[in-house]
T-cell receptor
Framework: GAVVSQHPSWVICKSGTSVKIECRSL??????MFWYRQFPKQSLMLMAT?????????EQGVEKDKFLINHASLTLSTLTVTSAHPEDSSFYIC??????????FGPGTRLLVL | AQSVSQHNHHVILSEAASLELGCNYS??????LFWYVQYPGQHLQLLLK??????LVKGIKGFEAEFIKSKFSFNLRKPSVQWSDTAEYFC?????????????FGGGTRVLVKP
């Protein structure tokens, strides 16, 4: 089946630093990828839609200058959390749709901002 | 915009018991429906999906779901659960159309199966 990877799987950083998270589709091309955020014991909340070759589309309430998204190729999207603060600590998950409208999810990246 | 509601936040049951998780959605048009499972420490995996046709959908690991259009429901069932079914289950919808539509998730249901 289709595989989506994320790197890193977890990261700890100091407040004020920026963190980049990569999402790759390993055996298929994805012109669109999605970034979600999952707080403990809560569901996934869509943050933004990453579009290859064009600007990302952000959901209401998500700061585009805070969460920079770059979809550099048909297999890679990156999410950069800029000037991270403790409230940005969360589990970030990406997904990519494959044939048939099903989406495949990455394993997630756990971010802890101290 | 669409929304998804899952009735139970937590379910605890014993092995061999039957499981049914409720899911209702609201949307003005036609939708694709999904159930995803997240095992402890693992990423989301697709259990089953409904796009069209037979409203009773069979998925992996003995799970099935029934789409009842009149009730806007897509409940998940398994006749006899195992300890390994302990996980969190998410119902999700997306409007029908081109591949790549964004998913809207329900709040999730944590299922604990006691051995």
């Amino acid at each position: 089946g289709a595989v989506v990877s994320q790197h890193p799987s977890w990261v700890i950083c100091k407040s004020g630093t920026s963190v980049k998270i990569e999402c790759r589709s390993l055996d298929f091309q994805a012109t669109t990828m999605f970034w979600y955020r999952q707080f403990p014991k809560q569901s996934l909340m869509l943050m933004a839609t990453s579009n290859e070759g064009s600007k990302a589309t952000y959901e209401q309430g998500v700061e585009k200058d805070k969460f920079l998204i770059n979809h550099a190729s048909l297999t890679l999207s990156t999410l950069t959390v800029t000037s991270a603060h403790p409230e940005d600590s969360s589990f970030y998950i990406c997904s990519a749709p494959s044939r048939g409208s099903a989406q495949y999810f990455g394993p997630g990246t756990r971010l802890l901002v101290l | 915009a669409q929304s998804v509601s899952q009735h139970n936040h937590h379910v605890i049951l014993s092995e061999a018991a039957s499981l049914e998780l409720g899911c209702n959605y609201s949307y003005g048009g036609t939708v694709n429906l999904f159930w995803y499972v997240q095992y402890p420490g693992q990423h989301l995996q697709l259990l089953l999906k409904y796009f069209s046709g037979d409203p009773l959908v069979k998925g992996i690991k003995g799970f099935e779901a029934e789409f009842i259009k009149s009730k806007f429901s897509f409940n998940l069932r398994k006749p006899s659960v195992q300890w390994s079914d302990t996980a969190e289950y998410f119902c999700a919808v997306t409007p029908t159309g081109a591949a790549g539509n964004k998913l809207t998730f329900g709040g999730g249901t944590r299922v604990l199966v006691k051995p």
